[in-house]
C-alpha cells in the first residue's frame, strides 16, 4: 500500500505502448530523507517492467533542474526536474494511502514527489505547494492505484488496505475527491482538493 503496484504501472504502460508510437519515460524521485529509488524500483519490479517494455527508467533525483518562475503565493519559482519541462504530457500514476500530513496523498500530491531535493522544507505549507506545483506541472491524466491501499499512520507506516479499485480521470481533482470518500474523509478534510481547484 506504500507504491503503486506493479500490475498497474505495467497495465498503463501497456495501453500506451499499443496505442501510441511514443517515446515513454517512467520516473519516480527518492523520498526525501534517503536515496533509495533506484533499489526500490528494482525491488519493486519497476526496471524490469521498464526493460520488458524497452522503456527507459528516469531517477528524477538524479536529473538536472531548472530554475522555473511559478509566481504563487507559495513557490516564486523552483528547480524542476528537466525531463519534466521537456516531455509532451504527464501521466501521473499515484497509489491511495492516508498522509500524516495532508490526510492522504493521491493524484495531486503525487506531484509533490517530482520535486526531490526540499519538500520536507514546505509542510507547514503543503496544500498550498501541491496545488501550485500541479498547476504548472498541468499532467494530463490519473490512474490512481487503489488496489491495495494504505490507512493509520500514512505514507510510510500504516496497514495494507485491500480495496481492489482502480481510478481514472483527466481531472485530478475529481480524482482525488473520490479518493478522499474511499478514504473516509471530506473535501475539507483535505485542503490542497480547494487550492487545487481555485488555480485551475
Request: a positive charge; one cysteine or more; aromatic letters at 6%.
Amino acid at each position: 500500500g506504500q507504491c503503486t503496484s506493479p500490475w498497474g504501472l505495467e497495465s498503463v504502460i501497456k495501453v500506451l505502448t499499443e496505442n501510441t508510437n511514443a517515446e515513454i519515460f517512467v520516473g519516480d524521485a527518492d523520498v526525501a530523507t534517503q536515496k533509495q529509488v533506484e533499489r526500490a524500483a528494482i525491488l519493486w519490479g519497476a526496471k524490469e517492467i521498464c526493460n520488458d517494455y524497452g522503456i527507459k527508467f528516469v531517477n528524477l533525483s538524479k536529473e538536472k533542474t531548472k530554475k522555473v518562475n511559478i509566481n504563487g503565493e507559495i513557490f516564486r519559482e523552483i528547480k524542476i526536474p528537466k525531463i519534466l519541462l521537456d516531455v509532451d504530457s504527464i501521466v501521473t500514476l499515484p497509489v491511495l494511502k492516508t498522509h500524516n500530513v495532508t490526510n492522504m496523498t493521491f493524484a495531486l500530491k503525487n506531484q509533490w514527489g517530482c520535486l526531490p531535493r526540499m519538500r520536507h522544507q514546505y509542510h507547514l505549507v503543503a496544500h498550498k505547494a501541491i496545488a501550485e506545483i500541479n498547476s504548472f506541472l498541468k499532467p494530463c491524466f490519473a490512474v490512481g492505484d487503489a488496489t491495495v491501499c494504505l490507512e493509520g499512520n500514512g505514507p510510510r507506516t500504516g496497514k495494507p488496505k485491500l480495496v481492489n479499485s482502480v481510478l481514472a480521470s483527466n481531472d485530478l481533482v475529481a480524482i482525488d475527491a473520490a479518493g478522499a470518500k474511499i478514504v473516509g474523509l471530506s473535501a475539507d478534510e483535505v485542503p490542497y482538493l480547494k487550492f487545487a481547484e481555485m488555480l485551475g
